[in-house]
């Protein structure tokens, strides 16, 4: 069909309103209320759907006057555009006016069924060419967005999609017009894509993961490295085709975990220092034969497909890892590796947890209770505590959940399709019977999205609520049916009666009163000679029964006749009153007294006048009590009903005016067909309302924690029995304003990100834990700026707060930089830098030679003697403290990267260790004295006491330093920059080692009369 103008120009109006999706839909839902169709769209019904659906979407967005306004102008335009129009035989040509609503109205639902059957067969018969175009350009599109995603046919975001494609399909077979669904379509596609980029921004986050592994592990070579190196190749090469290698993703996370243990357990020879295996410091690996072994990067995952074997040669190689992993015997190995390989387990488990809540989201959502699963094992890793039992638990307990959710659900809705066949007598059940359809499509394969399931639910209970109204609508209108032919029995007989009673030589062609009233009387008797009931014409026949009587009472020259018929006028004017509660019993009782007065021989004037006045006091409190019941009415449908239900009551109240009682009981009846319609779209604007709150209540803005009360607030009051508009329009207000943070926050997070790269570049050079996380977390989220605003807000909330999070930890870095800048310009202050750090010059023959060490060095060859050391302590054959210290502190001599380290006690006197070639020890002693005051600051302004490490980095290899308490310093030159961190993290971990056992060397020392 061609849509005509007037609905081509509000299609132009409305999308400078609003988006043009929200547009289609709006224009849709309004066009089906007011029973139109673009090609068939009126003057009024344009104006109707702008007061009604367009009215209410404004409302979301901007306060009510203003949406009023626009509304206005909107009118006025039109308005003005139809009155220049030329005039179109097809859009102008008249249409039937709908049929009244009322007791002896047709059903509503009848009529939409009626309606939409004509719809369909119009746009069976005339279809326009270019609609069809777009139309079939559309799904083209969407069948080719659909095929790739076959790969996740696992997922339910993709059942339904594809439930949703054959829906369109089946349309367009019918020949019906697909628009709908087609937005449903492509909304869902959204949606998934919006799931995949989350996969994919997670799968880039653990392929950076994974490559930091292999650069810790590399040094085992082997198969197992080089399977590794394959799978993270597989994962690379998916990534860059934007797909998803979930299996890939969790086997290298579980051989690399492997591999790691066994560097940590048993890659270092007995004494040797265990290789830090934290992530970002650049460090290489010793292998087993003590050889560098400068990391390669892997081939193609052919390639090394190849050199591992087939697949399952591959697994095997999982297998064995796996195996040889499992004979670590943790008792045999040192404390800190033991604890490092817990805190593997720990970090793998975490994995495994988050892959968990990831996979099984859904089955939360419909079973809450495992939510507490997920907070035991989250509390064990925060304390470090392994859960893998209960982590083994939760995930045979969550796929038991699903399988019986699922089977539960399919039962549920094969149940609820049948159904439907009872509740299509009743009214239309398109709408119903596609939801089911979507989810047990998609229960076939997969858990369905809960919001889904409760829609379908939500309008399987709208459209039975309204198959019992209408059940309730027709059983109403046959009692009244009946009612009525009661009472056209008894009106028939009265008028039968007053014909009989008609004078001789009256036949109803004279003109004066009698005649006339003769006339109307027949004409009245003839209407109730119809099967058919109008309760006009049992009005009209009342109204005709008084007059007759009354021209009777006047005409008769009979004073006792007179009073008789005057009788009479009286009793059919009380058949005039309408049927009001509050007078029933004051009818009931003067009926029989009315009635009585014909038989009365001895009746007075004045008994006939009390009667009278009776009947006269009746009509007025009548008369009241329905101006009271139609300002009631009025009261109650507000503002927003419909104009045809507002003209109707305005009708009403001028007629009753003028004398003429309304029919209270069709008037009831339209307004509480329309309250019921005004409910039933509070409640699709619930159900979509609920429906956006739950995709935004991840977002964690500010706002969003209203959201669910706003929820709760909005369903009591669709269930309840007062008006649902205000506390609808609340919901749809809020999730306007959640819509308006997030967009804020999207805009400003590339500023914020660049912000923080910036800053992070200058604290970098501090190269210590914190330097690493957060650069692992700015490089992850630089390296998906371009992705942020395509995934859900979910994760788009967990991004912000990793960039928060990175953003606090800066700060903390920037105090702890300028702290160590204050202690190096001390030493800058006393000419003592270069006594620290100028024996690199010697010892690698410049910075031309930084790159490399002597071979003395390079090799391990033992430290010659240095003077002033402090001889080891005597003992009945056990060592000193002084042995023990030496014995402690060699492996920081051995460690790959040292060029030196010492211990030296308060005096400044090396208690262990070799210093770097050239260095000053005494200078720097002197300047590590005088710098301890600035220390000691840097320490209570970071509220953490003295700090463990300091980093002296003047652009080259930086020197590390620990303050052992007040029993001396521990000093580590190394060779190249990135080992600050590594190092670093070892002497925190020997700090109270070292302290106590420098301070019983310096005991014995003071024993021995040492220096």
Same mark, same amino acid.
């Given at each position: ?117 004509? =719809? =369909? !067969? ?120 934007? =797909? ?182 009743? =009214? ?193 409190? !009548? ?178 707060? !990793? ?66 050391? !402090? ?141």
């Amino acid at each position: 069909m061609t849509p005509n103008p007037l609905y081509q120009g509000l299609v132009r109006e409305l999308e400078a309103l609003m988006a043009p999706r929200i547009a289609s839909r709006v224009l849709r839902e309004g066009l089906a209320a007011v029973g139109a169709d673009p090609e068939t769209l009126t003057p009024e019904g344009a104006q109707t759907l702008l007061k009604g659906s367009v009215f209410r979407q404004l409302q979301t967005g901007r306060p009510p006057e203003q949406a009023r306004a626009s509304i206005g102008e909107i009118i006025e335009r039109l308005e003005a555009f139809v009155a220049e129009a030329p005039a179109d035989p097809v859009a102008g040509a008249s249409h039937p006016e709908p049929a009244p609503a009322g007791p002896s109205a047709p059903d509503a639902g009848a009529q939409r069924a009626a309606s939409d059957a004509s =719809t =369909t !067969a119009a746009a069976t018969a005339v279809r326009d060419p270019a609609v069809l175009a777009a139309e079939s350009d559309r799904i083209a599109a969407l069948r080719a967005a659909l095929r790739p995603l076959n790969l996740y046919f696992g997922w339910a975001e993709v059942r339904k999609l594809r439930a949703q494609v054959q829906l369109v399909d089946d349309e367009l077979g019918a020949g019906r017009d697909p628009t709908g669904l087609l937005d449903d379509a492509e909304a869902q596609l959204e949606v998934v894509h919006r799931k995949l980029e989350d996969h994919l921004v997670l799968q880039a986050r653990d392929l950076a993961d994974l490559e930091e592994s292999m650069e810790v592990v590399a040094g085992l070579g082997g198969n197992r490295v080089r399977r590794l190196e394959s799978l993270v190749a597989t994962v690379r090469d998916a990534q860059a085709q934007r =797909t998803i290698a979930e299996g890939e993703v969790e086997r290298a996370q579980k051989l690399a975990r492997d591999l790691r243990k066994l560097v940590e357990s048993s890659v270092l020879d007995e004494g040797e220092a265990p290789p830090d295996l934290g992530r970002g410091d650049g460090r290489r690996t010793l292998r087993r034969d003590g050889e560098r072994r400068p990391r390669e990067r892997p081939g193609p995952p052919a390639a090394d497909a190849a050199a591992d074997g087939a697949g399952t040669a591959g697994l095997e190689e999982l297998d064995e890892v796996a195996a040889e992993v499992a004979g670590i015997d943790p008792s045999t190995l040192a404390p800190e590796i033991s604890e490092r390989l817990r805190a593997l387990d720990v970090d793998g488990e975490r994995r495994t947890l988050e892959t968990l809540a990831t996979r099984y989201a859904e089955v939360v959502r419909y079973a809450p209770i495992h939510e507490e699963a997920f907070a035991a094992v989250r509390t064990a890793h925060a304390d470090g505590r392994p859960a893998t039992s209960d982590l083994i638990a939760l995930e045979h307990a969550l796929k038991a959940e699903e399988a019986a959710r699922r089977d539960a659900l399919q039962r549920e809705f094969e149940a609820l399709r049948d159904d439907l066949d009872r509740l299509s007598e009743a =009214t239309d059940v398109t709408d119903v019977r596609r939801a089911i359809h979507v989810v047990l499509d998609v229960v076939h394969e997969a858990l369905p999205a809960l919001d889904d399931v409760t829609a379908a639910r939500d309008l399987h209970a709208e459209i039975a609520e309204r198959a019992a109204t209408a059940q309730r609508t027709a059983a109403d209108a046959e009692r009244r049916r009946i009612e009525l032919l009661g009472q056209r029995d008894a009106l028939r007989g009265r008028l039968d009666a007053a014909l009989a009673r008609t004078p001789e030589g009256v036949d109803g062609t004279a003109d004066d009163a009698l005649g006339r009233a003769r006339r109307a009387l027949s004409e009245a008797r003839a209407l109730l000679d119809d099967d058919a009931v109008d309760p006009s014409a049992l009005e009209q026949g009342r109204d005709a029964e008084a007059a007759w009587e009354r021209a009777l009472a006047e005409s008769s020259d009979d004073r006792f006749e007179r009073l008789r018929a005057r009788a009479r006028e009286l009793a059919a004017r009380l058949g005039q009153l309408p049927d009001l509660p509050s007078l029933q019993a004051r009818r009931d009782a003067l009926e029989p007294e009315l009635t009585a007065l014909e038989g009365m021989s001895d009746l007075t004037p004045a008994h006939v006048r009390t009667l009278g006045s009776i009947v006269d006091q009746l009509f007025d409190d !009548a008369r009241a009590a329905c101006a009271r019941r139609l300002d009631e009415l009025g009261r109650s449908v507000g503002d927003a009903a419909p104009d045809a239900l507002l003209r109707t009551l305005q009708a009403a109240a001028r007629a009753l005016e003028n004398g003429a009682f309304p029919d209270l009981a069709a008037l009831e009846a339209e307004v509480q067909a329309a309250g019921d319609e005004r409910r039933m779209d509070a409640r699709r604007r619930y159900l979509r309302a609920r429906q956006e709150a739950r995709r935004l209540a991840p977002a964690g803005t500010p706002r969003t924690a209203d959201l669910d009360a706003a929820v709760v607030d909005a369903r009591a009051a669709v269930d309840g029995d007062g008006d649902p508009e205000p506390a609808v329009a609340r919901l749809e207000a809020l999730i306007g304003d959640v819509e308006g943070e997030v967009a804020e926050r999207l805009e400003a997070f590339g500023a914020r990100l660049d912000d923080a790269l910036t800053r992070f570049r200058r604290v970098a050079l501090l190269n210590n834990d914190d330097v690493a996380a957060a650069r692992r977390v700015l490089t992850h989220l630089d390296g998906q700026r371009a992705a942020v605003g395509r995934v859900s807000l979910g994760l788009q909330a967990r991004l912000f707060t !990793a960039l928060a999070e990175a953003e606090t930890r800066i700060e903390g870095l920037q105090e702890a930089y300028e702290a160590t800048r204050a202690i190096a310009d001390q030493l800058v202050a006393g000419n003592l830098l270069d006594d620290v750090l100028g024996g690199f010059d010697a010892l690698f023959g410049g910075p031309e030679g930084a790159d490399e060490a002597p071979a003395s060095v390079a090799e391990g060859t033992p430290p010659a003697p240095v003077e002033g050391a !402090a001889p080891p302590a005597a003992g009945a054959g056990e060592p000193g403290a002084g042995e023990r210290l030496t014995a402690a502190w060699a492996p920081y001599l051995d460690l790959d990267g040292t060029a030196g380290a010492v211990v030296l006690d308060a005096d400044g006197a090396i208690r262990a260790g070799r210093p770097a070639p050239g260095s000053d020890v005494a200078a720097l002693a002197r300047s590590l004295e005088a710098a301890r005051a600035t220390w000691t600051r840097l320490g209570d302004h970071l509220g953490d006491g003295t700090p463990e490490v300091a980093v002296l980095d003047a652009g080259g290899p930086p020197t590390l330093v620990a303050p052992l308490e007040d029993v001396g310093h521990a000093i580590v030159w190394t060779t190249s920059p990135g080992m600050g961190a590594s190092i670093g993290r070892k002497l925190r971990d020997d700090h109270a080692v070292l302290v106590a056992l420098l301070r019983e060397a310096a005991g014995e020392a003071r024993e021995h009369g040492s220096p």
